[in-house]
């Protein structure tokens, strides 16, 4: 079936500093791409929808200069964390799919934490 | 803005008793997904429910749909220890085609289960 592949699994960086988070489809080309938010505990939120060769659309209270998207391949979408702080320190979780009554596919998630 | 609300948010249940969970939505939806999430990990899908009057079973689980009230419910028979986990439903609000793949997710279910 089909795979939506995150990268990485955990990072662990220190205050300040940036991070990338990868989410890659492994056998179909997604077309849209999500990134949720997901604090210890609490729900997933939706933080921005990434469409491949365009800008992303990012949720209200969703800082688009901290929160780099780009999805430059139907493959591909990375979320850079820019100048984190402790509390970025979250689970991030992408999904994608190929468009219009396509299943949809979340990867496996990226655990942040930030020092 | 879409509501989505679940109840109930902790679900204490012995083996082989009988229980539902709840899922309201505010809006009318496209499609309403149920999910579910194991401690540390991403998210598994269980349903996905499209029309008014779904119903889907899997195993000791079964969803249902009412688009009219706007109520979803899975349904869990006979439980057993390997079903505790966090239960999500999620609707999608595919607004002209723009939003597919947009998901609003409950707050979950955290359910445990007793021998």
């Known amino acids: 079936g089909a795979v939506v592949s995150q990268h990485p699994s955990w990072v662990i960086c220190k205050s300040g500093t940036s991070v990338k988070i990868e989410c890659r489809s492994l056998d179909f080309q997604a077309t849209t791409m999500f990134w949720y938010r997901q604090f210890p505990k609490q729900s997933l939120m939706l933080m921005a929808t990434?469409?491949?060769?365009?800008?992303?659309?990012?949720e209200q209270g969703v800082e688009k200069d901290k929160f780099l998207i780009n999805h430059a391949s139907l493959t591909l979408s990375t979320l850079t964390v820019t100048s984190a702080h402790p509390e970025d320190s979250s689970f991030y979780i992408c999904?994608?799919?190929?468009?219009?009554?396509?299943?949809?596919?979340f990867g496996n998630g990226t655990r942040l934490t930030v020092t | 803005e879409l509501k989505v609300e679940q109840n109930p948010l902790f679900l204490s249940m012995q083996e082989g008793k009988n229980y539902t969970i709840y899922c309201n939505y505010s809006t009318t939806s496209d499609r309403l997904y149920w999910y579910r999430q194991d401690p540390g990990k991403s998210l598994e899908s269980l349903f996905v429910?499209?029309?008014?009057?779904a119903v889907k079973q899997e195993g000791r689980l079964m969803a249902s749909l009412d688009t009219k009230a706007r109520l979803s419910t899975l349904h869990i028979t006979a439980a057993v220890h390997d079903l505790s986990a966090t239960y999500f439903c999620a609707v999608e609000v595919n607004a002209g085609g723009t939003s597919y793949g947009k998901l609003t997710f409950g707050q979950g279910t955290i359910l445990t289960v007793h021998p």
């Open positions: 429910l499209l029309s008014n009057g």
């Open positions: 990434s469409n491949e060769g365009s800008k992303a659309t990012y």
């Open positions: 999904s994608a799919t190929q468009g219009n009554n396509s299943p949809l596919h």
